[in-house]
């Protein structure tokens, strides 16, 4: 287990992030570049996004922190854009840029502020962090429960917005100590238990309805198996960092393994190890094509697992190494259709964050556990 956590932790530290470092950072203008392409290691899209810069300072905050060179300036790049560019009159920030930084998506939505929040987390911004929350406070929480996806745009409510703002506040809880993040982290948590996770199927919806209702197809809600990792590592997360009321706590652990088992049963291809990208709460297969983020989510989920053994973590790199081993080094196939063949595409700049989240906390629960 030792040698497959360290090989990478060796693939990110002396592949992945110089490369992206060199190429992936578009030092001459102050951002970063949406992708790269697998052969000539260039970029040329006519745009940028809100949740690749504030990715991208996260995933450099996790290399500054092991020393990797240029790492820490490649994050005052990024706050210098968010501050400079993306940050709005009303406290919120602008969703989408041209090359030059002029807003061209004025657009505040909640996924994006949550992303924007934990990069303010992860580099101590605390006067920052706390504006934002404030802002999402005051401006997102929806009447009824839980929050709202955009601002000035009534959009079908969906959890992983709330899953992300969970992760930051968590981080921001850790980092700075305000209440405002560990208040706002158990209604979340609080949300999650009583209306997004499903109890009867042991499943996640991924659309609800403006009152936290799944939205159906047919009689049955799409399912995403990579979501189910990602909250049972946040379950897991929660559990052991927040003081949390024990009757909040008691389901947590329970409801986690539940997610990881319907997830073991109909969200993993039996012939390539690869988590799907969507089923069927019914445990049909919706698409059987496998993206790698949720491969990354799939290997942190398991290494905190209730039920965790060496042998599922081992095939969770196994998984991940499907999407890396037939790439260039320092990059990634992103899309193995289900057919097993590749779809032809760039690099994205916003997976960087699954990575370096997923194999730093995969890699610290295994040396915590002294595998």
Sequence with gaps: MRKTSEHAATWLTSEVWPLWLEHGVDWK??????????????????????????????????????????????????????GRYALQD???????????????DPTQCLYDQAFTLLAFAITGRRRQALSLIEFIESHFRHPENGYIESLGRRLQRRHDSHMHLLESCLMAAKRFGDSIYSDVAERIVRLFVTRFFQQPDGALPEIFDQRLRPTRTGGRYAVEPGHHCEWAWLIALYSSAVEAPERLLEPLAEIGEALMRFTDRHGTSRERGTIYDAVWNDGSTHMASSRLWPQTERLKAEALRRAATERR??????????????????????????????????????????LTCGILEANAAIKANGW
């Design 29 to 82: 203008n102050g951002a970063f570049h949406e992708y790269l392409d697998t052969q000539t290691l260039s970029c040329d899209a006519s745009f940028r996004r809100l949740r690749v810069a504030t990715r991208q300072v996260y995933s450099f905050a996790r290399a500054a922190e092991l020393g990797m060179p240029r790492a820490q300036e490649a994050v005052a790049l990024g706050l210098d854009f968010l």
């Design 90 to 104: 009303n406290g919120g920030y602008s969703q989408r840029f041209d090359l030059a930084g002029k807003v061209i």
């Design 313 to 354: 973590v081992r095939h969770a790199y196994t998984a991940l190494a499907v999407h890396i081993d037939c790439a260039p080094p320092g990059l990634w196939r992103e899309h193995l259709a289900s057919d097993g063949s590749w779809k032809k595409e760039p690099a994205p700049a916003s997976s960087l964050y699954h």
